[in-house]
């Protein structure tokens, strides 16, 4: 099994940034994809940007020209990195992943979630 650990979450004043990080550890899987995901109060769970295997890369919408999706491969971390950031960015991050163990078993993964506040 896989365990995801986010971090580097916090509180950032409207125009700034902000880097997470998601920390996947465990055996026997190769990843098949990892992304992000972001719950606003009152809000569903919404898809902000994927990273593929292969290093493919894709945004919502909302965070396009802002965020940026990227994986370390030797420490096995995927990292979202947010500029621009606004008040409606404002979120619950959650790391999610999809493991490949066999032909037929994938398994999807999530982190615990990590607190994003933008506010002056």
């Known amino acids: 099994q896989v365990q995801l650990v986010e971090s580097g979450g916090g509180l950032v004043q409207p125009g700034g940034s902000l880097t997470l990080s998601c920390a996947a550890s465990?055996?026997?899987?190769?990843?098949?994809?990892m992304g992000w995901y972001r719950q606003a109060p009152g809000k569903q769970r919404d898809l902000v940007a994927t990273?593929?295997?292969?290093?493919?890369?894709d945004y919502a919408d909302s965070v396009k020209g802002r965020f940026t999706i990227s994986r370390d491969d030797a420490k096995n971390t995927v990292f979202l990195q947010m500029s621009s950031l606004k008040p409606e960015d404002t979120a619950v991050y959650y790391c999610?992943?999809?493991?490949?163990?066999?032909?037929?078993?994938?398994?999807?993964?999530w982190g615990q979630g990590t607190q994003v506040t933008v506010s002056s």
């Open positions: 999610n992943g999809v493991f490949q163990s066999d032909v037929y078993t994938f398994r999807t993964y």
């Open positions: 465990g055996t026997g899987f190769r990843v098949y994809a």
């Open positions: 990273i593929l295997a292969g290093g493919r890369v």
